[in-house]
């Protein structure tokens, strides 16, 4: 961060000399947290992280404990294969992409987005499920636990039974999609058809993505990886279903509180 310094952006460098004078604060900061005390926007602690070699915050945050503890620098090295963790368990490496996808699953569990999301899920009576690529699994987990839950859910794999569907009128109705990938025809047809019963549509998508938050209500964006060999460990997938664990327990402890 020194280093780079000069050739930051106020906002950045505001970022960069709160954290190198304050390091021992910042395990106990969130994005929005950093955000506020600094007085920046969380989009641009997000984009700051990645400037400084990172794939977000949480990583960031990670790096920055670390070098605390060890009692150096910071460290931005940070990439599954680099030279550091050659000799690493598999067992290990795991562990630690599992640390910070709690991490980052924290910092979503923590924005409006979130609570707003588990409070219309909570007041739907109908509730359309879709996933795409990598969302597929996670959706069906979703739905599952909204069965659980003694919602009424759609979740089918058939694309002309799932607009069928989507042209019902069905009264108190929320659709979430669920991709990674960029929203295709059929998602934005199913938007489309939703929208014109004007129910509410949650997007669960990647970091970065414009399309699909721009056509939903609700958006909870995920942090795409691309550095973790998929043989080893498929992040996005487990950020996923994490994440619909997140919304079903909130879910159930709405509930419990009514």
Not at 55 to 63: E, I, S, T, V, W
Not at 91 to 98: A, G, K
Not at 144 to 149: D, K, N, R, S
Request: hydrophobic fraction near 40%; charged fraction near 25%.
């Amino acid at each position: 961060m020194k280093a780079m310094r000069d050739n930051l952006s106020s906002s950045e460098k505001k970022l960069a000399d709160f954290i190198l004078d304050n390091t021992h604060l910042l395990r106990d900061y969130s994005s929005q947290q950093l955000a506020s005390a600094v007085g920046v926007s969380q989009s641009s602690v997000v984009k700051f992280s990645q400037k400084m070699g990172y794939r977000g915050y949480p990583d960031l945050k990670l790096a920055v404990n670390e070098s605390l503890a060890r009692g150096i620098g910071l460290n931005t090295s940070n990439g599954p294969l680099s030279r550091r963790q050659d000799k690493e368990s598999i067992t290990d490496f795991i562990r630690q992409e599992s640390a910070k996808t709690i991490e980052y699953l924290a910092e979503i569990e923590a924005s409006d987005a979130f609570v707003h999301a588990v409070s219309v899920l909570a007041e739907a009576k109908w509730v359309q499920v879709q996933g795409l690529g990598e969302g597929l699994y996670p959706a069906t987990r979703l739905a599952q636990g909204l069965c659980q839950l003694e919602k009424q859910v759609q979740h089918v794999a058939d694309y002309r039974l799932d607009l069928l569907l989507a042209d019902q009128t069905l009264a108190e109705k929320v659709l979430v999609i669920i991709s990674l990938e960029d929203c295709d025809e059929h998602l934005q047809e199913l938007i489309l058809l939703n929208r014109s019963h004007r129910n509410k549509i949650i997007g669960i998508c990647k970091y970065g993505d414009t399309k699909l938050p721009s056509m939903c209500d609700i958006t909870l964006q995920m942090l795409v990886d691309t550095q973790i060999p998929q043989l080893l460990l498929p992040p996005q997938a487990i950020n996923l279903s994490y994440l619909m664990d997140m919304l079903i327990i909130a879910l159930q402890r709405a509930q419990e509180d009514n």
